[in-house]
């Protein structure tokens, strides 16, 4: 079942949109303010995020930026739904990143079409990856480690499965506060060192040697790709 985030602050649009996209299969969550939205967004994990340009307390333009900034986010289909009907606005919305422009009002019947076309062609993100020994399922949220389970923080699974998704590729610390801390943090670069140390202490055999969660000497840290099988990292490769 796909999950759609809708940013909508009309609470009669909102309600008429919810009962149709969840009649026709999809599964609804969503925001009548801007506030929040990307955190949303990053927790909910969405499939396509359906975002009003006009909100009565952020603009639909800057979060659409801020979900292309964020590397977890950054793939999703974006469809700005707004009355601002210009060439000009069209224009600029398609150019920061929209997959799709509609504007109000709409037919609803054509509004779910669109919705389908983006989803054409994906290829849904494994919903358990494997490797080392560890698999972590997206769906419960649980790690298992050659098969007992680990408990893991919200945020150290968040970070876990950001690295695991994305093997082979090193992100500097500032990247996964981004992923997975978000803009609006109160944290340093260093409490990524102290989360990394504490998925080492309860994913690797020597936590001081490690082998699955790597350093990578003056730029940050990378998920080992050599533990990851070629089917997992054919699926990862083509869900980014």
Known sequence: MKKIALIEDDSDLYALLKYNLEKEGFMLVGSQTGKGAIEL???ERPDLILLDIMLPDSDGLDICKGIRSQPELAH?????????????????????GANDYIVKPFFIRELIARIKIQFRGQVAPARVLKSGGIELDRTSCRVKLNGTALALTATEFR????????????????QLLDAVWGHDRAVTDRTVDVYILRLRQKTEIDPTNPLLIRSVRGFGYSFNEGNATPAEQESIAVAL
């Not at 289909?77 to 398609?94: C, K, M, Q």
């Not at 970070?159 to 500032?174: I, K």
């Open 41 to 43: 967004c990053r927790r």
């Open 76 to 96: 999703l289909p974006v469809i700005f739904l707004t009355a601002r009907a210009s060439e000009t606005d069209r224009i600029v919305g398609l150019e920061l």
């Open 159 to 174: 970070l876990l499965e950001f690295l695991m998704s994305r093997p082979g590729v090193v992100f500097s610390r500032e």
